[in-house]
């Protein structure tokens, strides 16, 4: 279960499309269809959020708390009552406003063909069929410790969250080579310099340093991101579409 597509089609005993189908009128292709088309979204939606360090902060908060488990796990022969309030929360998390909800559905209802009032009843309760499915992925991935210091708030400190959040954005400096600046302030292009050539071949060729392990937190970030992915091919313009539709109601470009 590493990718949002993967959580729905193992959501509720893998019956949520079964289930969504039943209590919104439709048969299980166009449940799946619908859940297809609205993926994207969501998946825009957890990016920005972890574009910034208080939004990605709140963001594993919501998913660590483990309150949308159940909504992931339920086997049942319906859609739990408290989906709908409780992934209104987590809308409110990721679209920002209603407007987006209200725009994203719209754009769904237009790639799938099922109604756009339909499309608004099952955004809440996919989004938090989502959220336990993140939070049932990232338990079984070990990012149990990563949730936790979510939790606790503690993104920043030396080594913390806030460091690895910067490198993993910002990028690591990667290390000078002394030998290799000596030699080409000797000679400059060492494949061209007959000094260079002479050196190397008494010197012996200098082989790489491995590089470092990585660091948890950062495999932790990582496999986080690849969770917040649809796991299938989406058409550009459906993207295209969505990111104006997040630059026009939330005024982020």
């Known amino acids: 279960m590493n990718n949002l597509y993967e959580m729905m089609m193992q959501a509720q005993g ?4 079964q289930n969504m189908a039943r209590q919104f009128g ?3 292709e166009q449940a799946q269809s619908a859940v297809e088309a609205l993926l ?54 990721l679209f920002g406003s209603k407007d987006i909800s209200r725009a994203v559905a719209a754009q769904a209802s237009a790639v799938s063909g099922i109604s756009d009032s339909v499309m608004k009843q ?8 989502l ?13 149990g410790g990563l949730m936790g210091q979510a939790m606790q708030g503690g993104m920043g400190g030396a080594g913390g969250f806030g460091n690895v959040y910067g490198q993993m954005m910002g990028g690591q400096q990667q290390p000078q080579n002394p030998m290799g600046n000596m ?19 008494m010197m012996g060729a ?19 991101k690849g969770m917040f992915q649809t ?17 026009q109601f939330s005024g982020r470009k």
């Open 183 to 201: 030699m080409g302030g000797m000679g400059g292009n060492a494949l061209g310099n007959p000094l260079n050539t002479f050196l190397g071949g």
């Open 40 to 93: 994207p979204a969501f998946q825009m939606g957890l990016e920005r959020q972890a574009s910034n360090l208080d939004g990605l902060q709140r963001m594993m908060q919501m998913i660590g708390g483990g309150q949308y488990a159940a909504f992931h796990d339920a086997d049942g022969d319906g859609v739990p009552d408290a989906a709908v309030s409780e992934g209104n929360d987590v809308l409110g998390q």
């Open 26 to 28: 439709l048969a299980p």
């Open 131 to 143: 959220m336990g499915g993140m939070f049932k992925g990232a338990m079984n991935n070990g990012l």
């Open 122 to 129: 099952m955004l809440p309760v996919i989004a938090a069929m």
């Open 231 to 247: 796991g299938q091919q989406v058409q550009q313009a459906q993207m295209d579409g969505l990111q104006r539709i997040f630059e």
């Open 14 to 17: 893998g019956n949520a499309m």
């Open 206 to 224: 200098a082989k790489p340093a491995p590089p470092p392990p990585q660091d948890p937190m950062m495999a932790g970030f990582d496999m986080l």
